[in-house]
């Protein structure tokens, strides 16, 4: 789902231990799809740090958000990174100068850079839990479908040719399904369907029709994935089972571009108050499923960290010793 970048945002982390709060400002960077290391220490992301809109590129930080860098540089613009299951290679789409959108490998220090795919647009890349394939969209077939390939850029075979567009795919836990989301060209409404991850396989729908599905990511726990369903403004998380049941709210943050780490918490786009005109990218840890996000003085969400340049270290006020997030539980 594209998004447009319209001002200050920040990049923040919410924790049961305590942290720190963000002021009401609007300075600072833009950052969206965050895909955190197998290890839980660090995220990828992409950003528009001079806050034009025109572009934006990969960054890593540590999941305090210090030590942020620039990985990659070159193409027009970079988006939608993947942390690879050992850690070794960041998947990521990248807009060259021919206008192609094409995916590419990185090492997490931007050296190694490996073109996977050439010609079509192909964007979202997905790593298969072994790391052995990658899942992705691509209008090489004509519309957007999804397609798996080798991690090596070889045997790419498409997965799906429904009549809509298809995007956002996520492995099972598994590997052995893909849940992606297929948007209504006749309204651009959106809803979740799964695919077995071999070629020739039917999918079946997993929510219903007449919403805005978008940005499925499959956990341990279940499917969390951005939804108009239940907000009364903008996005909210949401999670359900492969099965269907389970469809219930995450939290109360208006949200986009939930991700799994690997010991339950979820990565994810913080839409925050349209006065402040911005996004923020935050993980947030389990917390009670009846708890309520809390919210600094300013109506911000509270105990976040704040990066306004390259290479900025936290920066607020600290929490209340010992404070327990709420409202963020993916269980």
């Known amino acids: 789902m594209p998004i447009r970048f319209l001002g200050g945002a920040i990049l923040g982390l919410i924790c049961c231990t305590g942290g720190v709060h963000a002021s009401g400002d609007t300075a600072g960077p833009l950052s969206k799809s965050g895909s955190p290391s197998p290890d839980g220490r660090k995220v990828v992301f992409e950003a528009d740090m001079d806050g034009t809109g025109d572009a934006t590129h990969l960054w890593v930080c540590s ?8 990985i990659v540089g070159g193409a027009r613009s970079e988006g939608d990174p993947a942390w690879s299951p050992d850690g070794s290679r960041i998947a990521f789409e990248a807009l060259g100068r021919n206008g192609n959108t094409d995916l590419w490998l990185v090492n997490p220090d931007g ?19 072994d790391g052995r394939r990658i899942a992705y969209a691509s209008n090489a077939g004509g519309t957007s479908d999804i397609w798996i390939m080798d991690a090596d850029g070889r045997n790419a075979q498409r997965l799906t040719s429904l009549p809509g567009e298809e995007d956002h795919p996520s492995f099972s836990p598994a590997g052995d399904r893909v849940v992606f989301s297929e948007t209504d060209p006749s309204d651009f409404t959106a809803n979740l369907q799964i695919v077995p991850s071999v070629p020739g396989a039917a999918p079946q729908p ?17 499917i969390v994935f951005a939804s108009d369903r239940h907000a009364t403004e903008g996005y909210a998380i949401m999670k359900v089972q492969p ?23 979820l990565v994810f786009t913080d839409e925050i108050d349209v006065a402040r005109r911005g996004q923020s990218l935050r993980p947030c840890h389990r917390a009670a499923a009846q708890d309520r996000a809390p919210r600094a003085e300013d109506g911000s969400p509270a ?13 607020g006020r600290a929490a209340r010793p010992g404070a327990i997030a709420g409202g963020c539980d993916p269980g």
């Open 111 to 129: 050296s190694a850079p490996i073109q996977l795919t050439h010609g079509a647009d192909d964007k979202k890349p997905a790593w298969s839990p």
């Open 63 to 70: 999941i305090d958000g210090s030590a942020l860098h620039r």
């Open 303 to 315: 105990n976040q960290v704040r990066l306004n340049r390259p290479g900025a270290s936290a920066l």
């Open 243 to 265: 099965d269907g049941s389970g469809l219930t709210g995450v939290g109360s943050v208006r949200a986009l571009d939930p991700v799994w780490t690997r010991d339950g918490r």
């Open 206 to 222: 997993l929510t219903s029709q007449g919403f805005h599905d978008w940005n499925p990511s499959w956990g341990p726990l279940g």
